[in-house]
């Protein structure tokens, strides 16, 4: 069993930035890959981002590539998101998850997954 536990969402103006954090605990957090969804009210979740346990590759959804950035420091069982040039069109409750998915961008490949975190991108 792994928990995650999401952290720095809020609201932010557009153009600006945040740095959401995913803390995990329970069984080992380097044998699992990580990513970032999010979910705005009336659409369905979406992919982010992702980050591969073997080599930390990471992927990117076209919407939020060069604008987004993943990582994870093992040591300290987190992951992280940066997000700068903040679009309205972000504003949405972010998620972390943990699995080994055969397709990266797939909810359905994920075990583990954190509440959530509100971004609102709004001047």
């Known amino acids: 069993q792994v928990e995650l536990m999401e952290s720095g969402g809020g609201m932010v103006q557009p153009g600006g930035s945040l740095r959401l954090s995913c803390a995990a605990s329970?069984?080992?957090?380097?044998?699992?890959?990580m990513g970032w969804f999010r979910q705005a009210p009336g659409k369905e979740r979406e992919f982010v981002a992702f980050?591969?346990?073997?080599?930390?590759?990471?992927y990117y959804a076209d919407s939020v590539k060069g604008r987004f950035t993943i990582s994870r420091d093992n040591a300290k069982n987190t992951v992280y998101l940066q997000m700068n040039s903040l679009k309205s069109e972000d504003t949405a409750v972010y998620y972390c998850?943990?699995?080994?998915?055969?397709?990266?961008?797939?909810?359905?490949?994920?075990?583990?997954w954190g509440q959530g975190t509100q971004v609102t991108v709004s001047s």
């Open positions: 329970g069984r080992t957090f380097s044998n699992y890959a």
């Open positions: 998850a943990a699995g080994r998915p055969s397709l990266a961008t797939a909810s359905w490949g994920y075990d583990y």
């Open positions: 980050i591969n346990w073997i080599d930390g590759s990471t």
